[in-house]
């Protein structure tokens, strides 16, 4: 079992910034990427940013030059630091993992999805 444990969200005033981390524990050969999706209400998830293991990143067009994807390798622990929030990023922001779960699965390629349970960003006066 691997869980991934968010904090970090809240109620923040436009212009504000927050900083979400997510952990992921459990029986963890190695994780290929971590992200950060987001849902408003009404609208689909989509791809807020994502860190490989190596470092690699991509966010949506919306998020560049304000939020920044970082991960602790160490720690399993992926953060999300957003700077210049604005109204729109309100959302549930959920974590995501893309994690090996044996030596045998990572050799194949066969990494499995893990969501965390998400938390609250509202941007708002």
């Known amino acids: 079992q691997v869980q991934l444990v968010e904090s970090g969200g809240g109620l923040v005033q436009p212009g504000g910034s927050l900083r979400l981390s997510c952990a992921a524990s459990?029986?963890?050969?190695?994780?290929?990427?971590m992200g950060w999706y987001r849902q408003a209400p009404g609208k689909q998830r989509e791809l807020v940013a994502a860190?490989?293991?190596?470092?690699?990143?991509d966010y949506v067009d919306s998020a560049k030059g304000r939020f920044t994807i970082s991960r602790d390798n160490a720690k399993n622990t992926v953060y999300l630091q957003m700077n210049s929030l604005k109204p729109e990023d309100t959302a549930v922001y959920y974590c995501h993992a893309s994690v090996a779960l044996s030596a045998r699965d990572f050799i194949n390629d066969n990494y499995r999805e893990v969501w965390g349970q998400g938390t609250l960003v509202t941007v708002s006066l």
């Open positions: 459990g029986s963890i050969v190695t994780i290929y990427a």
């Open positions: 860190v490989t293991s190596g470092g690699s990143t």
